[in-house]
Nanobody, 126 residues
């Protein structure tokens, strides 16, 4: 069974950090581009970052560039999203998803992704 499971969300104060993990089972992650998306209440799902299968290509949205870092450990079949300098506007449910292409120069659209995790809540508040 193909699964993606996110973890690492929680409540953090503005300026704080969290590291999200996306663990895959049932398929070999390095054949897929992995994207992180987020959805805040009342808003559309937006792309945050993505990383190619080998990890050579990474893309970030303007809203997180310089604060978030995406990485992957294909041996552990896991992708990470390190989030620093968090802001209240980063509050959302964060999802990871697998795009069935080993390389993509862009993160593409959510509908292009074949597999999704269940999401993990990130709340940035004092």
């Amino acid at each position: 069974q193909l699964r993606l499971v996110e973890s690492g969300g929680g409540l953090v104060q503005p300026g704080g950090s969290l590291r999200l993990s996306c663990a895959a089972s049932g398929f070999i992650l390095n054949y897929y581009t992995i994207g992180w998306f987020r959805q805040a209440p009342g808003k559309e799902r937006e792309g945050v970052s993505c990383i190619s299968g080998g990890g050579s290509s990474t893309v970030y949205s303007d809203s997180v560039k310089g604060r978030f870092t995406i990485s992957r450990d294909n041996y552990l079949n896991t992708v990470y999203l390190q989030m620093n300098s968090l802001k209240p506007e980063d509050t959302a449910v964060y999802y990871c998803a697998a795009l069935p292409r080993a390389y993509s120069s862009t993160c593409r659209q959510p509908e292009d992704y074949a597999y999704w995790g269940q999401g993990t809540q990130v709340t940035v508040s004092s």
